[in-house]
C-alpha cells in the first residue's frame, strides 16, 4: 500500500506528501493513490492507480504518465485502482495474499473492506514472513542508500551548525527552530521528524517552542533532514545559548560524551547493541561517580537500573527511510530477535535495538543525562537505590536540564564509519561554533 | 470530534498537529484526544479526554491538567475518553446527536463505531442543522478574530517581502521557499498551507519546488501564515526574478491588478460575491482587449466563458481558523446559500465564495491570468470562441506562465478592510522590493 494524501484541517489542505517507505524502498515512486503487488511464484509485479485526467492536467500542468513511472521503476503492468479489489478475490484472498501492518486509517479501512473483514481485525492478519522479509532487506544498507544517508547527515550537520551560529540569548525556541527548517528545505529536502529545540533537554518529548533562550541555558537540538530520496538524518548536539558552558554544565557534557566515544568504539558486526547500551550506561555512571552524583559500582548500578534515574530511555535505533527506521513493521522484528526479547522494565523497554550488529546497518548512538525533576521525586519518596545515588546532591542538578549528542553511524565489515561531514562536538568545539556568530 | 496526532511515515512520526478548526473555535483547546459535546437544552458541555498519567509526565514534563485547560476554556465536566461512547448510547443515538462531517479517517471510524453504522455511511448522517448553525457562527469574525487574523497577514506580509529581498536568479525555488518558511516559523506560527513558490505560476496546484529560477522568470508565491491561534493568512504576490517586469509581463500584471482593484473597491454588505467575480472577469478581459488578447464585449465574453482560458479558478474564498474556511463543512453551505447553488460549468465550479456579503465576513480577493498551453491547445482544436480569442497573438505568450495578485479584506458595515501592514502591490512597488536584495 502507498500512501494517499493526509488532510490536515480539511481534506484538501494537505500535510506535504509523504510516501510509505517500504512502498518508496520497493518501487520508488513518490506519488499518491498507487499500490502494488509483487507475486513471487509469477515473478510479476502490478501497480495500481490511475492516470491524470485531462482535466487534471490542466491543474497540475504536464506531467510523466504513471505508466512512464511504472517504466522507469522496472514496472510492466499498470492497472487501475479499482482493480485491484477484484485482483485479491481472484488471488485467493487473505491465506495467499501478504500485506504489512497498515498504520495510516486509510489503508487500514481499505483492507478491511477488501478483505471483508472488520476493521479492527486488519492489524491482526499482517503477514510476519512478510514483514521478517522487508526487515532482511531494508535492515542491510546497499551503497547507494548509504550514500543517501550520509547526504541526509551532512545536511542535518548544517542544521546544527546554523543553530549553533544563530543562538541569542533573548530569542524564542521557535525562531532557532525556524532556522534549522530553513536550511533542510533551503537543501531541498525537508525534516525527518518534527525538530526538537528545547532549552528544557530533560523533556524528552518536546515539540514546544515557546520559551526565550537565556544566557546560561543549555539548549538542546534534535534536528535531522530527510533528503530528496527520503532517506533521514538524525542528530543531536547540546549548546551553551551564551556561548560558554558552566562549569557543572561542562562536566556533564564530558560524561555525555565519554560515553558516547566508548558505546562508538564497540560499533562491529557480531556485538550485541544491547550490550553496547549497557556499556554506554555504565560510562555514563562511571563519569557521575565522579561528578558523585552517583555511588558505587558502575556496572553494579546498570544492573540495578540505577542509570534510569539519568537516562531513560535507549541509546540508538536503526535509520533509513524511516528515522527509527522500519518502526511501523514492529519493534520486535527490526532491533530484536527470535533469540532475544525486548525487555519490559523501566529504561530498557525504550531501547529499539537490541540485536547483533550486522554489516550494512545504519544506526544512531544518542546516550544523554536528563534531570527529570518529577523522576526524581518518585524516587525519593521510595528511598529508590538510597545507597548508590546521592539525593542531597542532586537536588544541585534539580534544574540542570538535559545533555544528549547523537551520531549516526554505519556498520562496516571491520568497525564503523561516522556519517556526515564534520560536525562540533567537543565542548571546546561547541563552544567556538556558537561563538562565531553570524 | 477533535483531532489525534496523524502519522506520516510511522505511527509515531508525526505530521505537526493540527487542531479541528470548529473544536479550537468552540473550546479553545489545541491538544490531541478530545471530543466535547454541547447540549443546548440542558445547557451542559462536557469535554472527553484523558489525563496524562504519572509515566507519560515522565517524557512530556508537567503539564496543565486537562482539567484546568478545561476549566480555563470555560468548561467544568471531563469526562474520560473512553466514556464518550456510553453517553452518545444514553443520549438517545443518532437521531438526536448531531455531529459534523469528519475528513480524517479515524474520526469517520470512530463515528462507525460509535454509532453502530458503517463506516461508509458516516458521512452520510452528518447534521445539517448543526452545520448550518456552526457556518453562521463562525463566519461572522468578532474583533479578536480579525485581529489575529491581521496578525496572520501581517506575518505573511513580511513572508513575502523577505522572498521578493531574497530571490535571485540561480537559485532553486525550495531555497526561495526555504525562506519564507523560516520567516513563517520565526514569528511563532508556521504555514496555514504548503507554499506556491514557482516560476510556472500557470500551473495552479503546484508544489514543485525543483526548478531552478533564472532571470526573466516570473516568481509566482502564493504563501500565508497561521498565527499561534491558528488563524490563517492567504496572500499571493508575482515577481520577477532579475528586478525588472519584461514589457510583456508588466503589461499582464497591470491588467491582472487593475481586476483586483476594481473588485475590492466592489466589496460591501449586501454584494453577491458572484457578482464581483463577474466584474473582475470583465475587468481582466477589458485588459486582454487592451493588449489584443480578447476580441469583442467583455461582459458578453464572461457570458460567454472567455475568461476562463486566462482565469480558470474563482475570485476568493472565505478566510479564518480555516484557509478555505470551513471547507469541510461544505462549500454549499459556507459561500453559497438556499437561493444562489454553486454553478457547475467550468471556471464557476471552482469559485467557493457566491453568496451576499455580510459585515465581519473575511475574505481573500486574487485574480489571475494563467496561460496553460494544455487548455488553448484544447480550445484550439476545437476552435471554440474563435470571434473572441486572438488565437495567432495568444501563440507569443505561450511561455508566458502565469500572474496572481491576492489580498485579504475584512467586511465592514460601510465596506472593507485591507488587512495586514503595507505590502508591495503594485509593479513599481514590487520592482524596487525585489532591487533591494538583502
Redesign the interface.
Known amino acids: 500500500m502507498g500512501n494517499e494524501e493526509?488532510?490536515?484541517?480539511?481534506?484538501?489542505?494537505?500535510?506535504?506528501?509523504?510516501q510509505?517507505?517500504t512502498f518508496l524502498y520497493y518501487f520508488g515512486l513518490d506519488v499518491a493513490g498507487l499500490a502494488a503487488v509483487i507475486d513471487p511464484e509469477s515473478g510479476a509485479e502490478i501497480l495500481f492507480g490511475n492516470e491524470l485526467t485531462?482535466d487534471q492536467?490542466?491543474?497540475?500542468?504536464?506531467l510523466p504518465s504513471l505508466r512512464e513511472m511504472a517504466a522507469a521503476a522496472g514496472i510492466t503492468t499498470v492497472e487501475p485502482f479499482d482493480a485491484l479489489p477484484g485482483w485479491l478475490k481472484k488471488a485467493g484472498a487473505l491465506h495467499t495474499v501478504h500485506y504489512l501492518p497498515p498504520?495510516?486509517?486509510?489503508n487500514?479501512?481499505r483492507l478491511a473492506e477488501w478483505f471483508g473483514i472488520p476493521?479492527a481485525q486488519v492489524p491482526d492478519k499482517v503477514s510476519v514472513p512478510l514483514i521478517e522479509a522487508v526487515v532482511r532487506q531494508r535492515a542491510i544498507k546497499e551503497a547507494i542508500e548509504a550514500t543517501a544517508i550520509e547526504e541526509a547527515v551532512s545536511i542535518s550537520v548544517d542544521m546544527h551548525h546554523a543553530a549553533m551560529k544563530h543562538v541569542k540569548p533573548g530569542m524564542?525556541e521557535?525562531?532557532l527552530?525556524?532556522?534549522v527548517?530553513?536550511?533542510?528545505?533551503?537543501a531541498?529536502g525537508r525534516l525527518s521528524?518534527?525538530v526538537i529545540c528545547t532549552i528544557?533537554g530533560?523533556?524528552?518529548?518536546?515539540?514546544y517552542?515557546?520559551n526565550t533562550i537565556r544566557n546560561g541555558d543549555l539548549v538542546l537540538l534534535d534536528a535531522g533532514a530527510e533528503q530528496v530520496m527520503h532517506y533521514a538524518g538524525d542528530l543531536t548536539r547540546t549548546f551553551p545559548a551564551g556561548g560558554k558552558f558552566t562549569n557543572q554544565q561542562r562536566e556533564v557534557y564530558d560524561v555525555v560524551l565519554n560515553s558516547l566515544e566508548r558505546a562508538a568504539g564497540q560499533l562491529h558486526p557480531g556485538k550485541r547493541f544491547i550490550d553496547i547500551h549497557a556499556l554506554a550506561c555504565e560510562a555514563l555512571l562511571q563519569g557521575l561517580k565522579e561528578i558523585g552524583l552517583f555511588m558505587g559500582d558502575p556496572a553494579e548500578g546498570v544492573q540495578e537500573g540505577a542509570h534510569t534515574l539519568f537516562f531513560?530511555c535507549g541509546l540508538g535505533h536503526m535509520m533509513g527511510?524511516?528515522?527509527?527506521d522500519m518502526?511501523?513493521l514492529g519493534e520486535q522484528y527490526v532491533g530484536y530477535s527470535p533469540q532475544l526479547a525486548k525487555r519490559k522494565d523501566f529504561g530498557w523497554k525504550y531501547l529499539r535495538l537490541g540485536r547483533e550488529l550486522e554489516a550494512g546497518y545504519v544506526l544512531t548512538v544518542e546516550p544523554g543525562i536528563y534531570i527529570?525533576p518529577?523522576?526524581i521525586d518518585?524516587w525519593k519518596a521510595e528511598n529508590k537505590l538510597a545507597g548508590m545515588i546521592n539525593y542531597p546532591l542532586l537536588e544541585k542538578y534539580r534544574h540542570f536540564t538535559g545533555i544528549r549528542i547523537e551520531n549516526n553511524y554505519l556498520i562496516t565489515a571491520t568497525g564503523s564509519r561516522l556519517f556526515g561531514k564534520p560536525l562540533a562536538t567537543t565542548a571546546a568545539e561547541v563552544e567556538a561554533m556558537v561563538q562565531t556568530r553570524y
Open positions: 493526509s488532510g490536515m484541517n480539511y481534506r484538501d489542505n494537505t500535510y506535504p506528501f509523504r510509505d517507505s485531462m492536467i490542466i491543474w497540475t500542468g504536464p498504520y495510516r486509517e486509510l487500514q479501512m476493521v524564542k521557535h525562531e527552530a525556524a532556522k527548517l530553513e536550511v533542510a528545505h533551503a531541498g521528524y518534527n528544557e530533560q523533556v524528552l518529548h518536546n515539540h517552542y515557546g531513560q527511510l524511516d528515522v527509527h518502526e511501523d527529570i518529577e523522576l518518585r
